[in-house]
């Protein structure tokens, strides 16, 4: 059975950066697509960044856009999370999430396996 575990989460001031990892066990991690989602007071899950199978291409919502990058190596069975320039509104804890098919997608619906979680808190 999959899990997914992230980290690297944590207190950050606006302007900072962040990277979150997620690390996958099991041997069909490559085979999928992975993303990253958010949960708020107001939004209980919200796509954040998405990379395809094979790494080839990516998604990001509009709120991230050009400050959020996602990358993932299929040797190591990781995903990965770059925040840079960090604004109060991107507090949330992430979570990391595998899809059920090769390419990115931002429906939640469509992730099988999801870790646990990590808080990211922005000080203004």
């Known amino acids: 059975q999959v899990q997914l575990v992230e980290s690297g989460g944590g207190l950050a001031q606006a302007g900072d950066s962040l990277r979150l990892s997620c690390v996958a066990s099991?041997?069909?991690?490559?085979?999928?697509?992975m993303a990253w989602f958010r949960r708020t007071p107001e939004k209980e899950r919200e796509f954040v960044a998405g990379?395809?199978?094979?790494?080839?291409?990516?998604k990001y919502d509009d709120s991230v856009k050009d400050r959020f990058t996602i990358s993932r190596d299929n040797d190591k069975n990781t995903v990965d999370l770059q925040m840079n320039g960090l604004k109060p509104e991107d507090a949330a804890v992430y979570f990391c999430?595998?899809?059920?098919?090769?390419?990115?997608?931002?429906?939640?619906?469509?992730?099988?396996?999801w870790g646990q979680g990590t808080q990211v808190t922005v000080s203004s």
């Open positions: 999430a595998r899809s059920v098919v090769r390419t990115v997608v931002t429906d939640p619906n469509v992730y099988d396996v």
């Open positions: 099991g041997d069909t991690f490559s085979h999928y697509a």
């Open positions: 990379i395809s199978w094979s790494g080839g291409s990516s």
